[in-house]
Nanobody, 116 residues
Framework: QVQLVESGGGLVQAGGSLRLSCVVSGSIFSINLMGWYRQASGDQRELVATSTSGGSTNYADSVKGRFTISRDNAKNAVYLQMNSLKPEDTAVYYC??????????WGQGTLVTVSS
């Protein structure tokens, strides 16, 4: 059974930094897309950043210039470096991976709280 194990969330003051990690546990054939999404209380889940196996990245406008997504294909891992955090970044952050067959797996989420 494939699982995504996330870590790195927590409480940080505005202007601070956090680094989220997500590692795929189990076997999933040929991962293509890995990414991070977030869901604030009362809001819909939204895209934060994605990364393809070919190295292309995509960011939500709200995090461009502050967040950086990276991945280690050998480890089936994806990371999200978050700098200059703002209170509006407070949310549960979810990792997602999709393979070339379209199979998608979500992580359980990790809470990021940014205090003002």
């Amino acid at each position: 059974q494939v699982q995504l194990v996330e870590s790195g969330g927590g409480l940080v003051q505005a202007g601070g930094s956090l680094r989220l990690s997500c590692v795929v546990s189990g076997s999933i054939f040929s991962i293509n897309l890995m990414g991070w999404y977030r869901q604030a209380s009362g809001d819909q889940r939204e895209l934060v950043a994605t990364s393809t196996s070919g190295g292309s990245t995509n960011y939500a406008d709200s995090v461009k210039g502050r967040f950086t997504i990276s991945r280690d294909n050998a480890k089936n891992a994806v990371y999200l470096q978050m700098n200059s955090l703002k209170p509006e970044d407070t949310a549960v952050y979810y990792c997602k991976c999709t393979n070339v067959k379209g199979t998608t797996v979500w992580g359980q989420g990790t809470l990021v709280t940014v205090s003002s």
